[in-house]
């Protein structure tokens, strides 16, 4: 099974970006459908954004439209999370996945699996 480990996060002020990483190793990455999601403290953990394992797409949650931009390189089985213009609101746990069930793309919560440990975004006012 794919392993994913995520990395880039940190302390931004509002306004700022950053740039988040989801490196999987494994032989199934490529062929996998990938998304993001993140966890605020007190709140369920809520999806993000996603992407095709050919990259079409891609999907965002309203929240995110026009500032998050999702994308992946295959050939160095990474996924990646750009992230401009933050708010305090985004400050949250971000994690990877990959789809693991459903006959068909979703952006369900529960058709993703292989989560990373995730990286804390913290944006300040």
């Known amino acids: 099974q794919v392993q994913l480990v995520e990395s880039g996060g940190g302390l931004v002020q509002s306004g700022g970006s950053l740039r988040l990483s989801c490196a999987a190793t494994?032989?199934?990455?490529?062929?996998?459908?990938m998304g993001w999601f993140r966890q605020a403290p007190g709140k369920e953990r809520e999806f993000v954004a996603a992407?095709?394992?050919?990259?079409?797409?891609?999907y965002y949650a309203d929240s995110v439209k026009g500032r998050f931009t999702i994308s992946r390189d295959n050939a160095k089985n990474t996924l990646y999370l750009q992230m401009n213009s933050l708010r305090p609101e985004d400050t949250a746990v971000y994690y990877c996945?990959?789809?693991?069930?459903?006959?068909?793309?979703?952006?369900?919560?529960?058709?993703?699996?292989?989560w990373g440990q995730g990286t804390q975004v913290t944006v300040s006012s």
């Open positions: 996945a990959r789809r693991v069930r459903g006959s068909y793309f979703s952006t369900l919560e529960s058709d993703f699996g292989s």
């Open positions: 494994g032989r199934t990455f490529s062929g996998s459908d």
């Open positions: 992407i095709r394992w050919n990259g079409f797409g891609p």
